[in-house]
Nanobody, 116 residues
Framework: QVQVVESGGGLVQAGGSLRLSCAAS????????MGWYRQAPGKQREWVAT????????YTADSVKGRFTLSRDNAKNTAYLQMNSLKPEDTAVYYC?????????WGQGTQVTVSS
């Protein structure tokens, strides 16, 4: 079984920054693929960023490119999403995922609210 735990959400003013953390534990393969989706009220879940298995390549959505940076600590199986220049439209619940052993596991989500 794999556990995925996010932290770091909160309330921030537009233009501010937050850093989300995602820790994976349990039966994970070495350096699993990890990443983030988000879901705003009344909208579908939107992909934000992915770090591939092996940890060598990161991808980010066009909507956050240049503002959000995904990084990871492979020794800790932890991924970080550094979010800068936040906008009100970034307000959402952010969900971390881990792909390992052919299955995708989700965290419980962390709320990010950006006030204008």
């Amino acid at each position: 079984q794999v556990q995925v735990v996010e932290s770091g959400g909160g309330l921030v003013q537009a233009g501010g920054s937050l850093r989300l953390s995602c820790a994976a534990s349990g039966s994970t393969f070495s350096t699993p693929a990890m990443g983030w989706y988000r879901q705003a009220p009344g909208k579908q879940r939107e992909w934000v960023a992915t770090a591939t298995s092996g940890g060598n390549t990161n991808y980010t959505a066009d909507s956050v490119k240049g503002r959000f940076t995904l990084s990871r600590d492979n020794a800790k199986n932890t991924a970080y999403l550094q979010m800068n220049s936040l906008k009100p439209e970034d307000t959402a619940v952010y969900y971390c995922f881990v792909i390992t052993g052919g299955a995708r596991y989700w965290g419980q989500g962390t709320q990010v609210t950006v006030s204008s």
